[in-house]
């Protein structure tokens, strides 16, 4: 009888003290928040500075939040790689997070329109949101041309970085990417309001409407001999280097070039341009802002 006792007692010594630790190992985290920018990427040097530009001023904005970045093309990230530069997918950057405590996050999208590529990041932070031992939330902020109130805002910018170089009677192009999606809509609005503000500014896209031979007969029309090709993507990369300011015969510039219309590019990107910048990062705000945590 005493030794059952004994046996007990130690039992019950042991349950007591396993009792906090369990407790510690299934207790809900305190909440932690942070930021991960997701932007496609690039692989061309000279542009990357852009998107580093606007991981510093997240940075800025909110000290003591970490701020990761990644890129959401796996072409380019497979292409880094081989150059011994190592930058995550969004999956990945996500994943990484929970082991440092963090439990809310704000993904910050440096997309231009709510496109395809948006809602694969909206799928991967559905897929992250909840998971056991995993982050609780995962909000997106919304693309650079999202709600109707960031057209005007998105047009006025643009055309306050226009080149102080332009001269009455030349034109600046904006030119972005374009897509078969729906979102495609989104530049045809930003045509809108920059007519609302300089009947010579236009936007144009590589892939999407309105396209190249859209904006040629525009100018045509118009009688302009000078257009200030400008990138409407958030890096001057690939596309803007090629697609619009290419020497190659259907590019932009070259088919400007053909039409007698003297083109002359810039190359920088929006994410190079504080006023663009200033809506993306309210965006963030507002995503930021209503995440749980502290």
Not at 16 to 30: F, I, N, S, V
Not at 61 to 69: D, E, K, M, Q
Not at 71 to 77: E, F, P
Not at 226 to 242: M, Q
Request: a positive charge.
């Amino acid at each position: 009888m005493i030794r059952l006792s004994r046996m007990l007692l130690s039992l019950s010594l042991v349950l007591a003290l396993a009792a906090p630790a369990a407790a510690g190992h299934d207790a809900k985290k305190e909440p932690k928040r942070a930021i991960v920018v997701a932007a496609f990427g690039t692989t061309v040097p000279e542009a990357a500075p852009a998107i580093t530009k606007m991981v510093e001023r997240v940075k800025a904005a909110y000290p003591g939040v970490p701020v990761t970045l990644c890129y959401t093309a796996a072409m380019i990230r497979a292409k880094l790689a081989k150059e011994g530069k190592n930058v995550p997918s969004p999956a990945e950057a996500l994943a990484a997070l929970p082991d440092t405590g963090v439990t809310d996050v704000a993904l910050m999208s440096l997309q231009t329109i709510p496109g395809s590529e948006y809602h694969d990041l909206l799928r991967t932070a559905a897929a992250f949101s909840r998971m056991p031992k995993g982050l609780s939330h995962v909000s997106v902020s919304a693309p650079l041309l999202s709600d109707k109130e960031d057209f005007p805002k998105v047009a006025k910018a643009l055309i306050d970085a226009a080149p102080k170089e332009r001269k009455p009677g030349e034109a600046v192009v904006f030119v972005g990417h374009g897509t078969e999606h729906s979102a495609n809509m989104a530049y045809p609005a930003l045509q809108y309001s920059l007519w609302r503000i300089d009947q010579n500014a236009f936007v144009t896209t590589v892939e999407g409407i309105p396209s190249f031979d859209d904006v040629v007969a525009d100018l045509k029309a118009k009688g302009i001999k000078k257009a200030w090709l400008i990138p409407l993507f958030a890096v001057a990369g690939d596309h803007a280097r090629n697609d619009m300011a290419g020497k190659e015969k259907d590019s932009l510039a070259s088919t400007l070039a053909a039409a007698g219309i003297e083109a002359k590019a810039v190359l920088s990107g929006t994410a190079d341009r504080d006023g663009v910048a200033a809506v993306w990062l309210d965006h963030l705000k507002a995503t930021f802002d209503a995440l749980p945590g502290k």
